[in-house]
């Protein structure tokens, strides 16, 4: 499709401004460091954003696999979801890629009338924010649970062992 | 916003200086009186602050451990790193030496990441630790080639820095190498605190304000040396600096504005250095976490105002849980029986509990 | 068509905050970043201050009347009593190397974890209330007047420091939060500030020995429960003694290991250690109820409140009988025994220099505190080869090691873990450079910040370790993350199942006792009941 090209031509471009845009949801100091900082250990969020968006990006113009899909959301809605955000910021990373291309290749697209294409590439990357939702939901549920089970966790062979022997008297 | 006041102030110093040795003629006040107390203020500042620190009990021996305990078990001998973690005074000796002299814990600061692609990156902090390196090795340089003017006959070792350090002859005199480091280096700790954001954030105007007078001191001395309308002539100078350091201070006629602006910078500097942050060259002597050996367990460390805090003995422990110790089978050292006569003098569940700080 | 242009749509997400001055940032108490405060009663059961019921989210913190002058006072008694809290208020540059060194700010991005300015909230203070040029100069001496915002800013971003060191190796003057959070947190208590899973805790180790607050019946019975445990497992039942006066070496550990998943089976890997030891070379080692507290959560509180609970240790071993002390694997507390305990409460003139009654080495880098670490004992076996050892029975495991921060930034204790994982193990594989030994990056919920409400802060500062797991995982089919410390297994077991989920945890002495050969063993499985390797389908 003539704007998948186009979106693959300028995929520098777009990928810099999706990540700009992105980190731009945190506050300036820890945003640059986030964006500009390459460390992969020194700067986990960064670099897990950079290299997951990257692959999202050429995953969406290739086969657009659910499964490999998934797993590259994984990786930023993870972050995403326990840094304080609501579900709204958390996730509007998903329409931030939209608006990097429209930004980008958006007078191609109406200048060349390929809105049906447009609209096309939509519907994909908002089934990627479906999915990126799921996640998100799945992420908030295990905090809840790991939060639940705790002190469970930190007791419950006492209790386990206090009830078999009550039980054994 | 702060570094603009930090500006402000540095550039209304210059027009004090301007104004008052040079439209006013104030030079005895400028050249002498300003001068000496700026000496005077330093010396007595520094020395305060030191012993104030040095005042202060060290309770506890915390040293930040950065590799290997020297002594541990001798199968890791080889494994030892005397350097980073020493076990004994000579060992914090030579930590010290690499922490002051070649800022060794600011290098830790490089660091190769790995990298998907071939290309290594490193942090950037290594450029902090090479400008950091230049900017205080350039100052004392320049601190000692200026005891040229103070000295006479001036010693050898000041003759010949001065020659090393112009050794590349460009420009008429000879250009100083020292002080286009120091321009740089200043430039770069500069720039980096206004652009780069985590360090902007963190700011004060007490990081800029040292930076810009530092700054205004270099390139007045440079305008003295280098361009023709501020050229000083250098005799009188020295005149006045001798004069000074031999307590017999006069103001000779024919020096230049722009020295005096110069002298007045640097003597705030002095003013300034005690009351603020500059005071880390003598902190950095006297950190606790760097200048102690890790042997706290070897040896015992006494704290100086270690007062005794009561504590839950095990008689009282004891003396609460007996039944529930005696029938679970574990040992005690009051029988059983003599509890009920035990426990009703003593009911206070816990003696800390009226112990307040 | 008319495509709505998706800049209009979503303008409203951009959360690019203006550029403000930090001290003008507002205060936002974030709910999952803090911890509940602590009860009224868990403060007055140890004599604390200002003990009342107050909850971080309201407005009214019902500070006493004289609570400005309460916590300016206890400052400039501390500036007195610490260099190390003087000279650190003084002597910052603000150069930054630290700013980005912290777990915290790795993993949330909130400026106020940097290092340089979790210290400047207290240092700003200490300029504008206590320096002249602060008095008079204010903001632009980087100063600011004590109020209730400013405590109360001290109080959210002291409790999200865990006290690892990781700054103090990269600063050039070895400015160290940890010290100053210390520090900070001892002047919140003065005010009655206090977090309830610290709270709690101290009330309960200061009274029964443990943090759960368990009798000392419940305690004894509760590592015989393990004792069975061990016995399903290898067909072997070890006999632990308590409070065995005579005994030649009392054993202390971190109470949480007798209790909680995953460090019950570092306890039932003593236990087989010990029983092994008795077996074979008539050691002696008895445990404690009334001392049966390693941690020590006071130093969290006060070092007051340290010494006070550190205090037993000495008291019980004098009152045994016994020769030395051995303590388990932990961090807080090594570094409690370590650098403090000695000065604090010893030397102890009762206990005699550690030796090992089995090789005959005597350890006289403890020659003052008279006790020493479980590991450095069990290397030192290994190396004399007193322990019968099958590694192949760890060959379903493929192990990485966490250095805690607290052994590796405050004793240099890195080698004497990895020999022993290393004598155990066939696979052991270390993460990158720079996120171990003394660049290690913290578990994130060190110094009394692992209770649960804060769980999203848990999981961002445990993002740096688990990233790096991830990349062992990833490279080498990493699946264990070995570590010496109980805050470690409870913190990282979460951190893992977050980030890593394939990833288990456990103590060095769990990958011990499942290669430790006991004389008339019978095992099919590991200690966690999984089948061993090469007995799978029996």
């Given at each position: 499709m003539v704007l998948d090209k186009s979106i693959k031509q300028n995929k520098v471009q777009i990928l810099n401004l999706w990540l700009k845009k992105f980190t731009d949801t945190y506050p300036d100091e820890s945003a640059r460091f986030f964006k500009d900082n390459p460390g992969q250990f020194n700067n986990p969020v960064g670099y897990t954003f950079r290299v997951n968006m990257e692959k999202m990006f050429d995953e969406l113009l290739q086969d657009n696999d659910h499964e490999k899909m998934r797993q590259y959301l994984d990786g930023i809605v993870r972050i995403r979801a326990v840094q304080g955000f609501d579900p709204a910021t958390a996730l509007g990373f998903m329409p931030l890629l939209r608006e990097s291309i429209w930004e980008v290749c958006g007078r191609e697209i109406e200048a060349d009338k390929l809105h049906e294409q447009w609209l096309d590439l939509i519907y994909r990357m908002d089934r990627l924010t479906y999915l990126a939702f799921d996640i998100y939901m799945a992420c908030r549920e295990q905090l809840w649970k790991q939060r639940s089970e705790m002190f469970h966790h930190r007791t419950h062979k006492l209790l386990e062992r206090a009830i078999a022997k009550n039980a054994a008297e | 916003m702060k570094a603009i006041y930090s500006l402000i102030l540095v550039v209304a110093l210059i027009l004090i200086a301007m104004i008052g040795a040079?439209?006013?003629?104030m030079g005895a006040l400028f050249g002498v009186i300003i001068p000496y107390v700026a000496v005077l203020v330093f010396i007595v500042g520094f020395v305060v602050r030191v012993v104030q620190w040095g005042k202060t009990p060290v309770p506890f021996r915390i040293p930040t451990t950065c590799?290997?305990?020297?002594?541990?078990?001798?199968?890791?001998k080889d494994k030892w790193n005397r350097l980073d973690n020493p076990g004994t005074k000579l060992g914090v000796v030579g930590r010290m030496f690499f922490e002051v002299f070649l800022f060794r814990s600011l290098f830790r600061n490089t660091k190769v990441e790995l990298h998907q692609g071939p290309h290594i990156a490193y942090s950037s902090s290594k450029w902090l630790w090479i400008f950091a390196l230049i900017f205080h090795y350039t100052f004392l340089v320049i601190f000692l080639r200026h005891m040229r003017f103070f000295t006479?006959?001036?010693?050898e070792i000041f003759v010949t820095m001065d020659h090393m350090d112009s050794m590349?002859?460009?420009?008429s005199p000879a250009l100083y190498l020292s002080s286009v480091l120091i321009l740089v280096a200043l430039g770069y700790l500069l720039l980096r605190r206004l652009l780069v954001p985590t360090v902007r954030y963190i700011s004060q105007p007490a990081d800029y304000f040292p930076l810009f007078l530092i700054i205004g001191i270099v390139i007045s001395g440079m305008l003295m040396r280098y361009i023709g309308a501020f050229k000083t002539d250098l005799m009188p100078v020295k005149e006045l600096a001798m004069g000074l350091v031999q307590f017999s201070p006069t103001v000779p006629?024919?020096?230049?504005t722009t020295f005096f602006v110069h002298l007045f910078l640097v003597s705030v500097l002095l003013i300034y250095f005690p009351f603020s942050k500059l005071m880390h060259l003598g902190g950095v002597f006297l950190s606790p976490t760097r200048n102690l050996p890790n042997d706290s367990r070897e040896k015992h460390h006494e704290n100086p105002w270690n007062y005794p805090v009561k504590f839950h003995s095990y008689q009282s422990y004891e003396d609460e849980n007996r039944a529930v110790m005696v029938e679970s089978g574990l040992p005690v050292?009051?029988?059983?029986?003599?509890k009920a006569e035990e426990a009703s003098g003593d009911e206070t569940p816990d003696e800390n509990a009226e112990k307040k700080e | 068509m008319a495509t709505p242009k998706p800049d209009v749509l979503y303008r409203?997400?951009?959360?690019?905050?203006?550029?403000?001055d930090w001290m003008d940032v507002p205060l936002e108490i974030k709910p999952g970043r803090y911890c509940y405060s602590a009860d009224a009663a868990s403060l007055e059961a140890v004599g604390m201050p200002n003990a009342r019921s107050w909850n971080?989210?309201?407005?009214?913190?019902?500070?006493?009347?004289?609570w400005k002058e309460t916590f300016l006072e206890g400052m400039k008694d501390r500036l007195q009593r610490f260099r190390s809290f003087k000279v650190f208020m003084d002597i910052?540059?603000?150069?930054?190397?630290?700013?980005?060194?912290?777990h915290f700010f790795i993993g949330s991005?909130?400026?106020?974890?940097m290092p340089v300015l979790r210290a400047e909230l207290l240092r700003s203070v200490y300029r504008g209330e206590m320096t002249k040029a602060g008095q008079i100069l204010g903001r632009m001496a980087g100063g600011r007047e004590l109020n209730e915002k400013v405590l109360k800013e001290i109080w959210y971003y002291y409790y999200q420091?865990?006290?690892?060191?990781r700054c103090s190796v990269y600063c050039p003057y070895g400015i160290d939060q940890a010290e100053i959070t210390i520090i900070g947190r001892e002047l919140l208590n003065l005010l009655g500030l206090q977090t309830e899973w610290i709270g709690k805790p101290v009330a309960n180790c200061n009274r029964l020995g443990n943090h759960l607050g368990l009798p000392p019946h419940t305690f004894k019975d509760n590592i015989d429960f393990l004792c069975d445990d061990i016995e399903e497992a290898t067909g072997i039942k070890p006999e632990p003694t308590f409070?065995?006066?005579?005994?030649d070496i009392l054993f202390i550990t971190p109470s949480g290991d007798v209790f909680a998943e995953p460090g019950i089976f570092t306890c039932m890997g003593y236990l087989i250690l010990f029983h092994y030891l008795q077996e074979e070379y008539g050691m002696d080692i008895t445990w404690s109820t009334y001392a049966s507290?390693?941690?020590?959560?006071g130093f969290f509180t006060s070092h007051e409140m340290m010494k006070k609970l550190n205090a037993k240790m000495y008291h019980e071993a004098e009152r045994l009988g016994v020769k030395w002390i051995l303590g388990g694997e932990c961090g807080h507390m090594w570094r409690v025994l370590h650098q403090y305990m000695d000065t604090m409460?010893?030397?102890?003139?009762?206990?005699?220099?550690?030796?090992?009654?089995?090789?005959?080495?005597?350890f006289d880098h403890a020659a003052s505190t008279k006790m020493i670490h479980i590991v450095e004992f069990v290397a030192d076996l290994i190396k004399h080869k007193k322990l019968p050892l099958?590694?192949?029975?760890?060959?379903h495991l493929k192990v990485t090691f966490h250095d805690s921060c607290n052994p590796s930034r405050?004793?240099?204790?890195?080698e004497e873990p990895r020999y022993v994982i290393n004598n155990v193990c066939n696979h052991f594989y270390e993460m990158?450079?720079?996120?171990?030994?003394?660049?290690t990056f913290c578990c994130g919920a060190g110094s009394g910040l692992?209770?649960?409400?804060?769980e999203e802060l848990r999981m961002m500062g445990g993002l740096p370790r688990a990233n790096a797991v991830k990349f062992v995982r990833d490279r080498?089919?990493?699946n264990t993350l070995a570590n010496v410390c109980a805050i470690d297994r409870a913190t990282l077991s979460a951190s893992m199942e977050y980030w890593v989920p394939d990833v288990g945890v456990c103590g060095v002495h769990e990958l011990l006792a499942n290669a430790l050969i006991l004389p008339g063993e019978d095992r099919q499985t590991d200690l966690r009941g999984e089948p061993l390797p090469g007995k799978e389908d029996e």
């Open positions: - | 040079g439209a006013m003629g590799g290997q305990a020297r002594k541990s078990l001798p199968m890791f006479e006959p001036v010693p590349f002859q460009i420009l006629e024919g020096i230049g050292e009051k029988p059983l029986e003599e | 409203n997400i951009s959360h690019h905050p203006p550029e403000l971080p989210t309201d407005e009214d913190w019902k500070l006493p009347a004289n910052c540059v603000r150069c930054g190397a630290c700013a980005d060194k912290c991005g909130d400026p106020k974890n420091c865990t006290e690892c060191r409070n065995k006066k005579g005994a507290e390693g941690g020590n959560f409460n010893g030397p102890p003139e009762f206990l005699e220099v550690p030796v090992s009654p089995i090789t005959g080495t005597r099958d590694k192949s029975r760890n060959d405050g004793m240099g204790f890195l990158p450079e720079g996120t171990i030994k003394e660049q692992n209770p649960g409400e804060n080498k089919g990493v």
